[in-house]
């Protein structure tokens, strides 16, 4: 059963600085890996999607990596701003007897402290 | 706009009241799946559905119903309410197809008393 971590749970960096963020996952087999965005209460806004192929993607100050063969994604955002404080999820699509299910971690909650 | 509309986006009813959280998209997607979010458990899914009149339950089935009965179309259906249905409730879709992501739509937060 394929298992999703994301650590740390919660992260408080000041405004500007670069920061990381992590994502495990226990079963190499998978479609892709999408990292959401989720403001409190709030639905999950798509940041990146990378490909199983893929090592990595980037959308402006963001930068999402893939090591497939050792279960690990990280989201790379620089120079970050206020607004970057939101729940990040990441996700990762599997195939289940033909349910192309997403199974999510539970997400690192980030402050940009200004 | 490429979207996945939820409605209500709030809802507050009592136990035993059966009630229905529509879901609709405009992209063509085949696929379209329910996911409820509590804290400490992320997100799991409710229902999917593979295409039009083909669902199935995810990991969470119990005391939902669903149905697909056309393709931009899955109501998320609780017929007897109860109070550990109270959650986040969020309907998402994707081209039936390995390689796609997923759009989610802005969630309906439901809350059994």
């Known amino acids: 059963k394929q298992e999703v971590t994301q650590i740390p749970a919660a992260l408080s960096v000041p405004e500007g600085e670069n920061l990381v963020l992590n994502c495990s996952f226990t079963d190499s087999a998978i479609y892709n890996l999408q990292w959401f965005r989720q403001d409190p209460g709030k639905g999950l806004t798509s940041l990146l999607l990378i490909q199983s192929s893929q090592r990595e993607q980037t959308s402006g100050r963001l930068n999402a990596s893939l090591d497939k063969s050792s279960g690990r994604s990280t989201l790379y955002i620089a120079a970050s701003q206020p607004g970057d404080s939101a729940t990040y999820l990441c996700?990762?699509?599997?195939?289940?007897?033909?349910?192309?299910?997403?199974?999510f971690g539970t997400g690192t909650r980030l402050t940009i402290i200004p | 706009e490429a979207q996945v509309t939820q409605n209500p986006r709030y809802l507050i009813t009592v136990t035993g009241k059966k009630l229905t959280v529509t879901c609709s998209q405009n992209?063509?997607?085949?696929?379209m799946s329910w996911y409820r979010q509590d804290p400490g458990l992320g997100l799991r899914q409710i229902y999917y559905?593979?295409?039009?009149?083909?669902?199935d339950k995810g990991d969470v089935p119990e005391g939902y119903k669903v149905s697909r009965k056309e393709k931009r179309n899955f109501p998320l259906i609780l017929e007897s309410p109860s109070p550990n249905q109270t959650s986040l409730y969020f309907c998402?879709?994707?081209?039936?197809?390995?390689?796609?992501?997923?759009?989610f739509g802005s969630g309906t937060r439901l809350t059994v008393v």
């Open positions: 998402a879709s994707s081209f039936n197809r390995g390689s796609y992501g997923y759009t």
């Open positions: 992209m063509n997607h085949e696929y």
């Open positions: 996700a990762v699509k599997v195939s289940n007897f033909g349910n192309e299910k997403l199974t």
């Open positions: 559905s593979m295409n039009v009149e083909v669902t």
